[in-house]
């Protein structure tokens, strides 16, 4: 495939106006936990069913020309690893079900591997491009694919997770839906929520931290000491170097100063490893990408779906499901012709 790996962009398409870019994992989990549904023989399904519904829901909302559904690969989380070693390291500790369902934490892990396994099944009879990489976290791949088609090929680009990282890509042409909230974050959300345009968040993010990654931010700062310390972030847009220089200046002025300046090698692996301007790919993944979106959209193989859906005895999960596959995806299939 990657030998026709074509010159720059083909023209743009009605394919390729309004993108939706899915954090796959992040609506799994979401769904895992929310939902404690078990079929007839007492298997859990709640994550398989629930990301399937809330995907129709998606697509319903959003009412995108072409879908993209993106998961961590194999390795995913060494490259930022080998920069900050505590990264994630905070993962997988506490449970994020309840004891209804599983025995203990092993039980509930495999329920999750079986259902993703399942769940792949799934996807491929939908009319949507799946994608992985190994050594690849989703958030590079998500980056990557959102600024090239945004870029080249003009598209509205709608990313969907709960994931706050993806707000620093925020720009005209690319909005972050957060499902949980029901909000799209545009350029105006972003200085609305968080008094910074959406260009200087990766530095708000660097200064906090992220304890979702186990990512030490700058002791004494927090949100709401971001703008108080550095008022130039609301109005102007800025650059690590320039916010360190400041601290430079400042740093007999307050502690918070004098730590950024002190710490000032472990911020900048910080910001490297939550900076999605420049997603972590090597450029034999940004080729097969980029041969991807020139892809033709997947054709719906609805009754192969309906046959899994029967085996897995979801029942009612998806109310009228032989209607609701057919009225959901199958306009997906209808802006290019090869797949009608």
């Not at 020309?65 to 505590?86: P, W």
């Not at 005895?313 to 009608?340: A, C, G, P, Q």
Request: with cysteine; proline share 3%; hydrophobic share 35%.
């Amino acid at each position: 495939m990657l030998s026709d790996v074509k010159e720059g962009a083909d023209a743009p398409s009605p394919q390729q106006d309004r993108i939706v870019l899915i954090d796959g994992l992040n609506l799994f989990f979401r769904n895992f936990a929310m939902l404690n549904f078990t079929n007839k023989e007492g298997v859990h399904v709640g994550g398989l069913g629930g990301f399937l519904r809330s995907l129709g829901t998606l697509i319903n909302t959003l009412h995108p020309t072409e879908l993209y559904i993106v998961f961590d690969g194999m390795g995913s989380s060494q490259n930022r690893k080998n920069l900050i070693s505590e990264y994630k390291s905070n993962r997988n500790i506490t449970r994020i079900t309840n004891w209804e369902i599983f025995e203990n934490i092993d039980e509930e892990h495999d329920a999750k591997l079986d259902q993703i396994s399942r769940l792949t099944y799934y996807l491929r009879c939908l009319p949507a491009k799946t994608v992985a990489l190994d050594k690849t976290e989703a958030d590079d791949i998500i980056a990557y694919l959102s600024k090239k088609l945004a870029k080249e090929y003009n598209s509205n680009v709608f990313i969907v997770s709960s994931d706050k990282d993806f707000i620093q890509l925020v720009d005209d042409n690319i909005t972050v839906y957060r499902p949980i909230e029901k909000d799209f974050y545009t350029k105006d959300t972003v200085q609305e929520k968080f008094g910074i345009p959406a260009e200087n968040f990766i530095l708000y993010k660097t200064l906090i931290g992220d304890n979702s990654d186990n990512i030490k931010g700058i002791k004494g700062i927090g949100p709401k000491g971001v703008i108080k310390r550095f008022p130039q972030l609301a109005t102007e847009i800025m650059s690590l170097d320039q916010l360190i220089d400041i601290a430079t200046e400042k740093h007999k002025d307050n502690v918070v100063y004098s730590r950024i300046v002190f710490e000032e090698d472990n911020l900048r692996k910080t910001h490297k490893v939550m900076d999605l301007h420049n997603p972590m790919l090597s450029s034999l993944d940004e080729k097969y990408l980029d041969q991807l979106v020139l892809e033709k959209t997947p054709k719906l193989e609805a009754q192969t779906f309906l046959k899994f859906y029967h085996e897995d005895d979801m029942r009612h999960l998806i109310k009228n499901v032989e209607f609701w596959i057919n009225n959901t995806f199958k306009i997906l299939n209808s802006y290019n012709s090869d797949s009608k």
